[in-house]
């Protein structure tokens, strides 16, 4: 089945995907998917229930059970776990350290995949993640593939974690963000890659606003044909 209209925006840890991606549905009207949420909701949850995070099956099982729910709040996406907010929760340094080991299990990203493409069928998205483009949501109206350089995506990930109260040293950020590019490109079951037709913008020293215009400039053209 043909998903609505929607735009894939994908690329590596810190490039700022979610930032952008939920600014460009804001403009569009559109439902923004925070897909990287949903795997850190299952790990958040997994962790609680003190579940070995190496056992796939398992955690599978329990992707498959819980509900999430990703609604608009004051600050950006609120996500919902079981009827219970966990947009705080689902931050911690503590799940930014084991969710690559979560997102990496082929049962799991099946799961969360199905729901994705439910989402993706009911209503018009704008979805981003690793591999949007090129497994979710393949047909997708717009791609974008985002980059940036680890050094600038660290910087990033450093001032989202003050804000958020997480002390953080930047030279570790730098060495975790280099070590989850590494296992998401060489994962064996849907690897960070860009899609044939995605369009490359690389955020290294642009603005969001930038970027969000980028991307809606891309977005017009595609609905507008080129008007």
């Known amino acids: 089945m043909k998903s609505r209209f929607s735009i894939a925006i994908d690329g590596p840890a810190g490039a700022g995907k979610s930032t952008v991606a939920r600014q460009v549905a804001e403009r569009l009207g559109l439902t923004y998917v925070d897909t990287g949420a949903m795997y ?43 009827g219970k907010k966990v947009t705080d929760e689902i931050r911690t340094p503590e799940v930014t350290a084991k969710v690559s080991l979560i997102a990496g299990q082929p049962e799991v990203r099946e799961v969360l995949v199905e729901k994705q493409q439910e989402m993706a069928c009911r209503r018009e998205v704008v979805m981003d993640g690793r591999d949007i483009g090129t497994h979710v ?9 985002l980059t940036a350089s680890i050094e600038e995506r660290a910087q990033r990930r450093y001032r ?66 080129g008007e």
């Open 40 to 82: 850190r909701a299952i790990t958040w949850k997994a962790l609680q229930q003190n579940i070995d995070l190496q056992d796939e099956q398992t955690v599978s099982r329990l992707a498959r059970e819980t509900d999430i729910q990703l609604a608009p709040g004051k600050t950006g996406t609120d996500i919902w776990v079981d």
């Open 137 to 145: 949501i393949p047909d997708a109206d717009v791609k974008v593939f």
């Open 160 to 225: 989202e974690s003050i804000r958020r109260g997480f002390e953080m040293d930047w030279e570790q950020l730098k060495e975790e963000i280099r070590l989850r590019d590494e296992k998401d490109q060489r994962r064996k079951h849907s690897p960070l890659r860009p899609a044939e037709d995605a369009v490359h913008l690389d955020t290294t020293g642009l603005s969001i606003e930038e970027v969000v215009e980028e991307i809606l400039n891309l977005s017009r053209t595609k609905v507008g044909g």
